[in-house]
């Protein structure tokens, strides 16, 4: 049994991934320019936090999948 990449689907995946990183970029953005539209500080701090984490774990998805369809 050998295994092949469904290049057609990766590349899906990586157009996924990469909009959904553009989206959260501009949350971030967003709540950076307004954080007093945001509510109060714990909260903003908070949105922050989530907003960074996604975004390292999508940049971290977007290199994996990219290697692989170098490979």
């Known amino acids: 049994m050998s295994f092949e990449k ?7 995946i990586l157009l996924e ?4 990183i553009r989206k959260l970029e501009e949350h ?3 709540e950076n320019k307004n954080p007093l539209d945001s ?14 984490r996604n975004l390292d774990n999508l940049y ?3 290199i994996l ?3 692989e ?3």
């Open 6 to 12: 469904d290049v057609k689907l990766l590349q899906r």
């Open 17 to 20: 991934t990469e909009q959904r």
């Open 28 to 30: 971030k953005e967003s």
């Open 39 to 52: 509510g109060s500080d714990k909260t903003n701090n908070e949105t922050l936090r989530r907003l960074e």
């Open 60 to 62: 971290k998805k977007r």
């Open 65 to 67: 999948i990219i290697k």
């Open 69 to 71: 369809l170098e490979d």
